[in-house]
């Protein structure tokens, strides 16, 4: 948790949207169900945050939920004043926002310069022109390239999010995708499963047989492998999966598709998974037992939830016995299996600097 700040979003539905994505209802992503922000509002819901959550390390507001840079100039600048006062204050260190590629621009970043915006996270989704077109995004690969490329030329901090499962889209494509992503050298990535809600053009799609979601273990195994690509190459992926919300965990606006409330815990626990296979593999277990330490925090990332990962193990292996204990004088990024110590990600030493939510 030290790792990474404590961020305060404030949701701007759909606003700055010049149209609709196939995928989208940022609806059923905001608490707020629309309800347009005012910025008299900032302070008090900012203190209320912080009374419910404490202060760690940094704090930031963020905006999400709609297209900040093509918002209205006046209504940019309000938020930002509201907000920069209490930077100014020493209540939060920073402003972050997420954005389209294709609302970067040149004379909105001298803009912003004014301001303490600490992150602009672009909305990529895919460098997959056919998967932009199907998905009605309205802007084509290359509009990312020259975004990244202002933001850059402007020294701005900057993350990606992308989008796996967009219609049109491959797993294929989303390596690729991946690959130049990496080449941007971003400061962090967020990876989101594609699903379907209420409300959305997608939702159509879906119920005339016109779309089919990934399956839930297929999207983890994928964007497992996107997480350990990025971290491959010391680029923090700092989320996996949808924020869960009252609407999404009740099903009430989510219809189909592989969303789980704890999306980058099954991804991290199947990684530990492969790690534990392939060392008990190399040892050629003996006699039905296998016994795996770890610290107790990593508890629940080795047993999978409701104890898959053992189950798995049990059935792969031909385990009788799989016995996981819990002891702190483990390192943290270890287990040790019947005596060997193996790190926890094959990646270890890519040390995420906004750690993982």
């Known amino acids: 948790m030290k790792h990474h700040p404590l961020v305060i979003p404030f949701f701007l539905t759909h606003e700055g949207c010049p149209h609709r994505c ?22 008090p819901q900012v203190e209320r945050f912080l009374n419910f959550r404490g202060k760690r390390d940094r704090v930031e507001i963020a905006f999400y939920g709609g297209n900040f840079l093509g918002i209205d100039m006046v209504r940019i600048v309000s938020l930002l004043e509201a907000s920069s006062r209490l930077v100014d204050e020493g209540i939060v260190d ?7 590629p294709d609302t970067v621009r040149d004379e ?3 803009l912003l310069r004014k301001y303490p915006i600490s992150t602009v996270e672009i909305g990529v989704q895919s460098l997959n022109d056919n998967a932009l077109r199907r998905s009605m995004r309205g802007h084509s690969a290359e509009t990312t390239y020259h975004a990244v490329e202002r933001l850059k030329a402007h020294g701005s901090r900057f993350g990606v999010q992308l989008m796996i499962g967009l219609p049109g889209d491959t797993e294929a494509e989303s390596f690729k995708t991946a690959e130049i992503v990496s080449s941007f050298s971003p400061d962090f990535i967020r ?33 497992k492998q996107l997480y350990l690509f990025f971290r491959g190459r010391n680029i923090p992926v700092i989320r996996m999966g949808l924020q869960a919300s009252e609407t999404l965990s009740a099903g009430k606006d989510l219809l189909a598709g592989p969303f789980h ?30 016994s795996i330490m770890v610290h107790p925090d990593n508890i629940s990332r080795v047993k999978g939830i409701r104890s898959q990962n053992v189950k798995k193990l049990q059935t792969l292996l031909g385990l009788t016995i799989v016995d996981i204990i819990s002891d702190p004088s483990c390192p943290g990024d270890r287990l ?22």
């Not at 196939?22 to 302070?43: S, Y």
């Not at 492969?274 to 003996?286: E, F, G, H, L």
């Not at 040790?336 to 939510?357: E, N, Q, R």
């Open 22 to 43: 196939v995928f989208c209802n940022q609806n059923a992503m905001d608490q707020n169900r629309g309800a347009r922000l005012n910025p008299d509002d900032i302070r």
């Open 336 to 357: 040790v299996i019947d005596g060997i110590p193996v790190f926890l990600d094959p990646c270890h030493d890519k040390i995420p600097a906004d750690g993982l939510k």
């Open 261 to 290: 409330p704890a999306f980058g815990h099954l991804v991290l626990s199947e990684i530990a998974f492969d790690q534990i296979v392939s060392q008990a593999r190399r040892k050629n277990c003996k006699f039905g037992k296998l």
């Open 191 to 223: 990876i989101y499963p594609t699903v379907v809600l209420k409300g959305s053009l997608l939702a159509t799609w879906y119920a005339e047989g016109r779309y089919h979601p990934l399956p839930l273990d297929q999207c983890v195994s994928h964007i």
């Open 108 to 110: 909105l970043l001298y």
């Open 94 to 100: 920073g402003i972050r926002f997420s954005t389209r």
